[in-house]
């Protein structure tokens, strides 16, 4: 079953594709080449471990957070991507695309991004392989995720505010995607998540697989078990594709992504609520109205605030192998404030999302069965909002 | 033959190459779109429609600003097909080619998209995100209903996909001056000069050329260099904003004397 990621040729049943302007298929085309290369090269990977071990600071530890789980109920155990230089599962992704785009002979990186941590991460990256970064962020986002604004810049990034739109990720998406085609020459572009036109999905979902891999080995080694379900939060979906792929033949696992529900009103469900359509290169499930116009998506956390989803998501829930549900802002918040207090983690109200449906499920659950959450970030790049919502309510 | 065979036949007779103006549905409202729509289709010989979408990839400010009037002029697909309709009626014999991205066509259903296309006289359609290796999603629904897809191609296009894209496109080879997103100015460099007299060589497929086209000069030029049509969009849109509908119809009007 794992392989039927990696065998696609990026079709996922009726999902996937790569529906890029013609402009882009010259480049697109040298990403799928050079990943090729990678998939075969034991130097290429082995520097990408390499990397990954010494300046990513893998692997990183699970810990059974014993304090937040249910009395009574099941064990919550959280795989720390949080650790992860960076902040944030990002870094596994940028550092394999970072080695793509050295491969491909480029000059130059860009990025969108949300919550700022692709963009913090790319940034990074730039930096350690010395090519100079652009970052592409809706106007919304660099206003509610400032210090991370102020960490790319550290970082010798430029950050282009993007207003077009509705001036939040799915725009920052548009843009780079346009900068791209006038400067695909020499220029590689850094896709954050887990979507995109081929080979995008695929390539995010191979340099994210590490996440899993190492999490089936660690709660095999330290509890002598499966998880009984792995739940991770949905965005675009690479930290959720990187944490399930390791356990998608485990019949006894079950997978479960957890999609923003906003005010339950306006939201971010794209698998959820969403129907089949093309955003950004790929089809898979999108938000938009019955003539086609896309959505805003509605998220306390900009991290997950897309009203698109990766196409091997929306191929797992056609398959029913993998569960998607909603969380509302208000649960987020107040998983974000109970891990905190009780385990002295502040996770990102991304990761949060999955804390919270992991908690509801955990309370029904007997005390010998295992949830593996995968907290993919972070929090400190949150503080404002937390705070902002705190004094609201 | 079609409209796309008889006017290309008949401009070769005249010796002139196409102009073939650009007009976003709806922009910047269903009223004044009709209005300048038919103003530039007395001089057009071939008619190139874009509907609104609010994610428009390959297109640049220009553009995407016609695309927001339009919307929040409330156009929607069923509307566009409805103007279409009109401008079918109108001019009987000019060839109509649709511009659209992708999402509208799954959101209408491809097959009744195509089909409803084909009731108000659309000749092609050209979907700016679909690559002719995806063409199987709607390449049936084109052929039932006799409507050509148009495909872009640049100078960074290798041969092998020039040729799959001679193999599947009707109408014309929609040929993008640089890689660039709609409205970045040209000069018209000389490789986009020698990128048409290759394509020329390599197809018998008509050669229009589009993405930054914005002078009668550039007509000249490329009529000069072996092209069979030129593309303007933004250039439009531009003039129209700024000036109204009499410069558009002065500019439409020196566009298609320097054919
Ligand atoms: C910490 C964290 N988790 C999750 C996400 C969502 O992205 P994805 O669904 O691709 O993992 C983000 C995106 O910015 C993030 O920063």
Same mark, same amino acid.
């Given at each position: 079953?794992?392989?039927?990621?990696?065998?696609? /040729?990026?079709?996922?049943?009726?999902?996937?594709?790569?529906?890029?302007?013609?402009?882009?298929?010259?480049?697109?085309?040298?990403?799928?080449?050079?990943?090729?290369? !990678?998939? %075969?090269?034991?130097?290429?990977?082995?520097?990408?471990?390499?990397?990954?071990?010494?300046?990513?600071?893998?692997?990183?530890?699970?810990?059974?957070?014993?304090?937040? $789980?249910?009395?009574? /109920?099941?064990?919550?155990?959280?795989?720390? *991507?949080?650790?992860?230089?960076?902040?944030?599962?990002?870094?596994?992704?940028?550092?394999?695309?970072?080695?793509?785009?050295?491969?491909?002979?480029?000059?130059?990186?860009?990025?969108?991004?949300?919550?700022?941590?692709?963009?913090?991460?790319?940034?990074?990256?730039?930096?350690?392989?010395?090519?100079?970064?652009?970052? !592409?962020?809706?106007?919304?986002?660099?206003?509610?995720?400032?210090?991370?604004?102020?960490?790319?810049?550290?970082? =010798?990034?430029?950050?282009?505010?993007?207003?077009?739109? $509705?001036?939040?990720?799915?725009?920052?998406?548009?843009?780079?995607?346009?900068?791209?085609?006038?400067?695909?020459?020499?220029?590689?572009?850094?896709?954050?998540?887990?979507? &995109?036109?081929?080979?995008?999905? *695929?390539?995010?979902?191979?340099?994210?697989?590490?996440?899993?891999?190492?999490?089936?080995?660690?709660?095999?080694?330290?509890?002598?078990?499966?998880?009984?379900?792995?739940?991770?939060?949905?965005? &675009?979906?690479?930290?959720?594709?990187?944490?399930?792929?390791? !356990?998608?033949?485990?019949?006894? %696992?079950?997978?479960? =992504?957890?999609?923003?529900?906003?005010?339950?009103?306006?939201?971010?469900?794209?698998?959820?609520?969403?129907?089949?359509?093309?955003?950004?290169?790929?089809?898979?499930?999108?938000?938009?109205? *019955?003539?086609?116009?896309?959505?805003?998506?509605?998220?306390?956390?900009?991290?997950?605030?897309?009203?698109?989803?990766?196409?091997?998501?929306?191929?797992?829930?056609?398959?029913?192998?993998?569960?998607?549900?909603?969380?509302?802002?208000?649960?987020?918040? *107040?998983?974000?404030?109970?891990?905190?207090?009780?385990?002295?983690?502040?996770?990102?109200?991304? $990761?949060?999302?999955?804390?919270?449906?992991?908690?509801?499920?955990?309370?029904?659950?007997?005390?010998?069965?295992?949830?593996?959450?995968?907290?993919?970030?972070?929090?400190?790049?949150?503080?404002?909002?937390?705070?902002?919502?705190?004094?609201?309510? | 033959?079609?409209?796309?065979?008889?006017?290309?036949?008949?401009?070769?007779?005249?010796?002139?190459?196409?102009?073939?103006?650009?007009?976003?549905?709806?922009?910047? #409202?269903?009223?004044?779109?009709?209005?300048?729509?038919?103003?530039?289709?007395?001089?057009?010989?071939?008619?190139?429609?874009?509907?609104?979408?609010?994610?428009?990839?390959?297109?640049?400010?220009?553009?995407?600003?016609?695309? #927001?009037?339009?919307?929040?002029?409330?156009?929607?697909?069923?509307?566009?097909?409805?103007?279409?309709?009109?401008?079918?009626?109108?001019?009987?014999?000019?060839?109509?080619?649709?511009?659209?991205?992708?999402?509208?066509?799954?959101?209408?259903?491809?097959?009744? @998209? @195509?089909?409803? +296309?084909?009731?108000?006289?659309?000749?092609?359609?050209?979907?700016?995100?679909?690559?002719?290796?995806?063409?199987?999603?709607?390449?049936?629904?084109?052929?039932?209903?006799?409507?050509?897809?148009?495909?872009?191609?640049?100078?960074?296009?290798?041969?092998?996909?020039?040729?799959?894209?001679?193999?599947?496109?009707?109408?014309?080879?929609?040929?993008?001056?640089?890689?660039?997103?709609?409205?970045?100015?040209?000069?018209?460099?000389?490789?986009?000069?020698?990128?048409?007299?290759?394509?020329?060589?390599?197809?018998?497929?008509?050669?229009?050329?589009? @993405?930054?086209?914005?002078?009668?000069?550039?007509?000249?030029?490329?009529?000069?260099?072996?092209?069979?049509?030129?593309?303007?969009?933004?250039?439009?849109?531009?003039?129209?904003?700024?000036?109204?509908?009499?410069?558009?119809?002065?500019?439409?009007?020196? +566009?298609?004397?320097?054919?």
């Amino acid at each position: 079953m794992t392989n039927f990621i990696e065998n696609s /040729g990026g079709h996922f049943g009726e999902f996937g594709g790569c529906f890029a302007p013609e402009l882009l298929q010259p480049v697109l085309r040298k990403v799928t080449q050079t990943f090729e290369k !990678f998939k %075969t090269s034991t130097t290429l990977q082995s520097e990408f471990n390499e990397l990954l071990r010494n300046f990513a600071g893998r692997p990183t530890p699970i810990y059974h957070a014993k304090n937040y $789980s249910p009395k009574n /109920g099941a064990q919550i155990w959280v795989k720390r *991507e949080d650790l992860l230089h960076g902040g944030a599962h990002k870094t596994n992704n940028v550092i394999g695309q970072a080695l793509i785009a050295r491969e491909m002979g480029a000059k130059y990186l860009i990025a969108e991004t949300g919550a700022g941590q692709h963009g913090i991460a790319t940034a990074m990256a730039g930096a350690h392989f010395n090519l100079p970064v652009k970052v !592409f962020m809706g106007a919304k986002d660099v206003a509610r995720q400032q210090v991370n604004v102020e960490r790319m810049r550290l970082l =010798g990034a430029e950050v282009i505010s993007v207003d077009t739109g $509705s001036s939040s990720l799915k725009d920052a998406i548009n843009e780079a995607m346009r900068y791209w085609i006038s400067h695909a020459e020499d220029t590689y572009y850094m896709f954050g998540t887990a979507a &995109g036109p081929h080979p995008f999905p *695929e390539l995010v979902a191979r340099f994210q697989r590490v996440i899993g891999d190492e999490a089936r080995a660690q709660i095999l080694e330290q509890t002598g078990k499966l998880p009984a379900q792995v739940l991770a939060c949905v965005g &675009g979906g690479s930290n959720a594709i990187g944490i399930f792929q390791a !356990f998608l033949e485990d019949k006894e %696992t079950k997978l479960v =992504g957890v999609e923003p529900a906003g005010d339950n009103i306006k939201h971010g469900l794209t698998i959820g609520r969403g129907v089949t359509g093309c955003l950004h290169g790929s089809i898979s499930k999108v938000n938009c109205d *019955e003539n086609g116009q896309i959505e805003e998506s509605h998220s306390i956390s900009a991290g997950l605030d897309y009203p698109g989803v990766s196409p091997i998501h929306a191929y797992l829930d056609q398959l029913g192998d993998a569960q998607y549900v909603g969380i509302t802002d208000d649960e987020a918040m *107040e998983a974000l404030l109970k891990f905190s207090r009780c385990e002295g983690i502040i996770p990102a109200l991304e $990761s949060s999302h999955a804390l919270a449906e992991a908690f509801k499920r955990a309370d029904k659950m007997n005390a010998d069965e295992i949830l593996m959450v995968n907290l993919s970030g972070r929090g400190d790049k949150d503080l404002h909002t937390v705070f902002e919502y705190l004094e609201k309510s | 033959m079609n409209r796309y065979q008889q006017t290309f036949e008949r401009l070769k007779k005249e010796d002139k190459i196409a102009f073939i103006p650009f007009w976003m549905l709806g922009d910047p #409202n269903p009223e004044a779109s009709l209005e300048a729509v038919k103003t530039i289709a007395e001089q057009a010989d071939i008619l190139e429609l874009g509907l609104p979408f609010s994610d428009p990839l390959a297109d640049g400010p220009t553009i995407q600003a016609a695309v #927001n009037r339009s919307l929040q002029a409330g156009m929607n697909t069923e509307k566009c097909l409805e103007q279409i309709m009109i401008i079918r009626a109108d001019f009987p014999e000019k060839p109509i080619g649709l511009l659209v991205y992708l999402n509208l066509v799954l959101q209408y259903g491809i097959n009744r @998209f @195509f089909t409803d +296309c084909k009731k108000t006289g659309i000749d092609s359609i050209l979907i700016p995100e679909m690559p002719v290796e995806e063409i199987k999603l709607v390449e049936s629904a084109a052929q039932e209903n006799q409507i050509d897809l148009v495909f872009l191609l640049s100078t960074n296009t290798p041969q092998d996909r020039r040729q799959k894209i001679y193999d599947h496109s009707g109408g014309f080879v929609y040929t993008v001056s640089k890689p660039s997103i709609t409205g970045a100015k040209t000069d018209l460099s000389d490789d986009t000069l020698a990128l048409v007299q290759e394509l020329k060589s390599q197809t018998d497929l008509p050669i229009c050329v589009g @993405f930054g086209i914005s002078t009668p000069e550039h007509i000249k030029a490329l009529k000069k260099a072996g092209a069979d049509g030129a593309i303007i969009g933004s250039e439009l849109i531009n003039i129209y904003q700024k000036e109204g509908l009499e410069a558009l119809n002065d500019f439409a009007l020196s +566009c298609a004397s320097s054919t």
